[in-house]
Nanobody, 126 residues
């Protein structure tokens, strides 16, 4: 059974940093893309970042230059380093795996991911 377990969320102030972790179990995703989505209060779930297995990364415009996605295949864990956090970054952050497509235009859509973590809350106060 595939499970994704996020951790690292919390309450921070504007300009602070957080590092989210997502530990996968039940399957090795070293050959697959993995990513992150988030859902803010009253908003739809939105794409944040993804990393293809060979290391190519993609980011939403709203986080580009501030967030960095990475992975440790030996630990079957991916990370999201979030710097210069803003109040608009507030939301539940979800780790995703099991891509149902290979192209970016599909993978920015939630429905193309098979596995989701339970989410971790990030709250950025102004």
């Amino acid at each position: 059974q595939v499970q994704l377990a996020e951790s690292g969320g919390g309450l921070v102030q504007t300009g602070d940093s957080l590092r989210l972790s997502c530990e996968a179990s039940g399957h090795s995703f070293s050959s697959d893309a993995m990513g992150w989505f988030r859902q803010g209060p009253g908003k739809e779930r939105e794409f944040v970042s993804l990393r293809w297995s060979r290391g190519t990364t993609s980011y939403a415009d709203s986080v580009k230059g501030r967030f960095t996605i990475s992975r440790d295949n030996a630990k079957n864990t991916q990370y999201l380093q979030m710097n210069s956090l803003k109040p608009e970054d507030t939301g539940v952050y979800y780790c995703v795996a099991g891509p149902g497509a290979t192209d970016w235009r599909s993978l920015v859509r939630p429905r193309f991911w098979a596995y989701w973590g339970q989410g971790t809350q990030v709250t950025v106060s102004s």
